[in-house]
């Protein structure tokens, strides 16, 4: 797979973390030079690439890898190619964070890491449809629903080869990603907007996109969830 890859510069915007990080007024001087300090250092990063997608029965083969996910098997259906992607705050952020020992300074680091996650992100989806001339796209994301869990990691990873490695982002045994504020999913192309969130029983996540919807379950052929908790996984 022919692998493009994404470095930006990433400009913080400082009130907005301000207010996001709830930092104290006393603590602003402090918050400072955390932000400045970081806003040199930050070099966010990202790699995706485009390869083929059928069907085979109930799975899905994803660039020679099979899946067994009732949506993957709905949203890639009729398509024939998808793009897998990687992102990440970068290891400047990382490595500054791991080497913090102050509990405030880490959490502000952190927070302006998953900032620099976003802004990533948002590059790299643009990054995607303007590569692949792509007018819409959607994504679907390894551990954010029990149906696509956690272990699908493994193949994503090996479909992008050296690109993870090349941008400093390890798969741990686990199937979490270090830099721990990354990104890993699937693109692909789709006039309906899809967000794993409709899927997701875990009702009262401050992280949710969109409500929770039982036809939408069943839509995907998907059972009816379990109490709010019991199966949103995903990092978002
Ligand atoms: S855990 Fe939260 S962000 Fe993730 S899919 Fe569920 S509702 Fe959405």
Redo the contacts with the bound molecule.
């Keep these: 797979m022919e692998l493009h890859y994404l470095s930006i510069r990433y400009e913080g915007d400082y009130d907005a973390l301000l207010a996001r990080l709830r930092v104290n007024e006393e603590c602003e001087e402090e918050f400072r030079d955390i932000f400045d300090e970081c806003m040199k250092i930050a070099n966010p990063k990202g790699v995706f690439g485009a390869c083929s997608a059928e069907q085979d029965g109930p799975y899905t083969i994803v660039g020679g890898k099979r899946f067994d996910s009732r949506v993957l098997s709905v949203n890639f259906k009729g398509l024939d190619r998808v793009f897998p992607y990687v992102i990440s705050c970068g290891r400047e952020l990382y490595d500054r964070a791991c080497a913090e020992s102050d509990p405030l300074y880490r959490f502000w680091i952190d927070g302006i890491s998953e900032a620099a996650l976003r802004a990533v992100g948002v590059k790299t989806r643009e990054a995607v449809q303007e590569t692949y001339g792509l007018t819409a796209v959607s994504c679907v ?1 390894p551990g ?2 029990a149906d696509f869990p956690l272990p699908c990691q493994r193949p994503l990873f090996d479909l992008l080869g050296e690109g993870p490695d090349r941008i400093g982002l390890q798969l741990t045994p686990s199937f979490l990603m270090l830099p721990y504020k990354s990104g890993s999913g699937i693109y692909f192309e789709s006039g309906k907007r899809y ?9 009262t ?6 409500p ?1 919807s039982e036809e939408m379950l069943a839509a995907y052929g998907l059972l009816p969830g379990p109490a709010d908790g019991a ?6």
């Design positions: 994301n954010s629903l967000e794993n969130c409709s899927l997701c029983p875990r009702l996540c401050p992280g949710r996109r969109a929770y199966q949103g996984v995903c990092e978002a």
